[in-house]
């Protein structure tokens, strides 16, 4: 799926952040509490089949049941989405698709249906609204509006079926980052992708929960951070990198000045002005030595 902050263009300096025990094909747990559209997740699936262990945990309900009707129910979804895809593209006026698009979207907030549906609906939504975007407000409801995309790829049956398969032996949760230690043993890696905190008063996106993960939630994950650290296990985590936009916000600087921070390239595509879309730093921290330059 699309979405906000996806890791695909960052994979090459994550390769190069990974502990040695990977790289060399010891067997490892790998951890992943906010596992988005997972990017890194399928990488390293397809990558590294020495990963003995895979747990992917997110807050997001809605996302946590799409991936384990795609690991349980692939076939089903598939159809499914044929059949939405084809009412979609059937409609040949935009106000009217945008109609059909406000009609699932109020479905969806209903919460009326079953997983399938639910995973259509989710899937549907996240390539018909504007970029992609996962946000809800106050009371929990998907409020992205309309996207406007002449014929979107709703049904990628190719891709359901490769990442149905991929997820057979992944651990799927659905709740607090916290919960992901109790599976953390020997060699394992943590890879947080948490909601970036924001580098400007307008350029939220990181509101896919009810409840809004502001600075306190930021550090009561670098708490979390310290007790795996004490455990004696890896982590890698990305955020935003707000000293870059304003050199006096220190506030990641300050809060993991014991962790090696790296800050590294990447392209912000979503924007609602176009020419605010580019190139800026964001952040790599991590508690281990790594190959990626600062």
Same mark, same amino acid.
């Given at each position: ?8 263009? +960052? ?8 502990? *040695? ?22 990488? &390293? ?25 795609? =690991? ?7 159809? !499914? ?8 593209? !059937? ?45 809800? #407000? ?25 990442? !149905? ?6 651990? &799927? ?5 916290? =919960? ?6 020997? #060699? ?28 306190? *939630? ?52 979503? #924007? ?10 964001? +952040? ?6 790594? *190959?990626?330059?600062?």
């Amino acid at each position: 799926m699309k979405w906000a902050g996806g890791k695909t263009q +960052l994979l090459p300096e994550i390769e190069k952040a990974l502990p *040695e025990y990977i790289t060399e094909g010891e067997p490892f747990t790998y951890i992943e509490p906010f596992v988005g559209s997972g990017a890194v997740l399928f990488w &390293i699936l397809r990558t590294f089949p020495n990963a003995r262990q895979v747990v992917i945990n997110d807050i997001n309900t809605e996302l946590m049941s799409t991936y384990q009707v795609v =690991q349980q129910y692939p076939q089903e979804l598939i159809n !499914s989405l044929r059949t939405i895809q084809e009412q979609y593209y !059937s409609i040949s006026k935009e106000e009217d698709r945008k109609t059909f698009f406000l009609t699932q979207r109020a479905r969806f907030n209903a919460r009326e249906f079953d997983n399938i549906e639910l995973a259509t609906l989710m899937i549907f939504l996240n390539r018909t609204c504007f970029n992609g975007l996962y946000r809800v #407000n106050k009371s929990g409801a998907f409020n992205v509006p309309f996207g406007k995309y002449k014929n979107p790829r709703i049904l990628d049956e190719e891709t359901l079926l490769a990442n !149905s398969e991929a997820l057979q032996n992944v651990i &799927i949760l659905n709740g607090d980052f916290e =919960q992901t230690l109790e599976y953390a043993q020997d #060699n394992t890696l943590f890879y947080f992708d948490p909601p970036y905190k924001p580098l400007s008063k307008t350029s939220s996106f990181n509101t896919y929960a009810a409840d809004a993960f502001n600075d306190d *939630e930021q550090i009561r994950l670098r708490d979390f951070c310290n007790t795996i650290d004490t455990q004696g296990y890896n982590w890698i985590l990305s955020n935003s990198d707000v000293r870059g936009t304003n050199p006096d916000d220190t506030f990641f600087d300050v809060i993991f000045e014991q962790y090696n921070i790296n800050r590294v390239r990447a392209k912000r595509a979503i #924007n609602a002005n176009p020419e605010k879309r580019g190139e800026l730093s964001e +952040l790599l921290i991590s508690n281990f030595e790594t *190959e990626t330059l600062v």
